[in-house]
C-alpha cells in the first residue's frame, strides 16, 4: 500500500530540523554505521550533505523519508555512476511503499542527470533493505566480510549494484 497523497522533491535549506529529526528517530542498529546521536546535534546539511544531493517523501503533508544519491567520488571516472548514500523512511510510514518510491525517484534522477549506474552499500544483517534492493534489480557485487565492528561483532559490508537502463 502507497502512502496518501505520497509526493517526492528535493531537500531545501529549511528541511534541515526536520531531516535531523527522522534520522535521530529513525536510528537503528540494523543500519546505523555511528553511534546513536546525542545533543547537541550537528546541523543535517553541511558542506558535505547538501539539500540538493536529497530526495525526500512527502506524505500526509509531512515528511516521511528521504534518499541521498551522489556521485561515489569527485573522479571524472566515476561521474557516470550514482550512490546512495543513506535512505531513511519514518517508522510510521514503513511497509507502505516509501523506499521503493523514493529508490525509483533516486534512479530516475540519476538517469536524468546522466548517470548510467547506480551502487549502494548495505549492511550484511540488514535483511528488509537487501531484499528491497535486489527486488528493484539491485545485485550484491561483491561483500566485504567483518568490514564493520558494530554493537560488538562483526558485519559485512554488502556492495550491490545496477545498471541504470533508459526509460
Not at 537503528?28 to 555511528?34: G, Q
Not at 517508522?91 to 530516475?108: N, T
Not at 548517470?115 to 549492511?123: I, S
Amino acid at each position: 500500500m502507497i502512502v496518501p497523497e505520497l509526493s517526492i522533491r528535493t531537500a531545501e535549506p529549511g528541511d534541515d530540523e526536520v531531516l535531523g529529526a527522522l534520522d535521530r528517530a529513525a536510528w537503528s542498529t540494523l543500519h546505523a554505521v555511528l553511534p546513536a546521536p546525542t545533543p547537541p546535534y550537528e546541523p543535517f546539511f553541511d558542506a558535505r550533505h547538501l539539500p540538493g544531493d536529497y530526495l525526500l517523501a512527502v506524505g500526509g503533508g509531512a515528511v516521511v523519508g528521504y534518499i541521498r544519491i551522489v556521485p561515489p567520488t569527485p573522479l571524472a571516472a566515476t561521474a557516470h555512476v550514482r550512490q546512495i548514500q543513506g535512505l531513511v523512511v519514518a517508522e510510521s510510514a514503513r511497509g507502505r511503499g516509501v523506499a521503493r518510491a523514493l529508490l525509483r525517484a533516486a534512479m530516475d534522477r540519476a538517469r536524468a542527470d546522466g548517470a548510467v549506474r547506480m551502487t549502494l552499500r548495505v549492511l550484511g544483517h540488514n535483511a528488509p533493505a537487501r531484499a528491497l534492493y535486489v527486488s528493484e534489480g539491485f545485485a550484491v557485487e561483491g561483500v566485504l566480510p567483518g568490514e564493520m565492528f558494530l554493537g560488538g561483532a562483526y558485519v559485512d559490508d554488502i556492495l550491490m549494484g545496477r545498471a541504470l537502463d533508459p526509460r
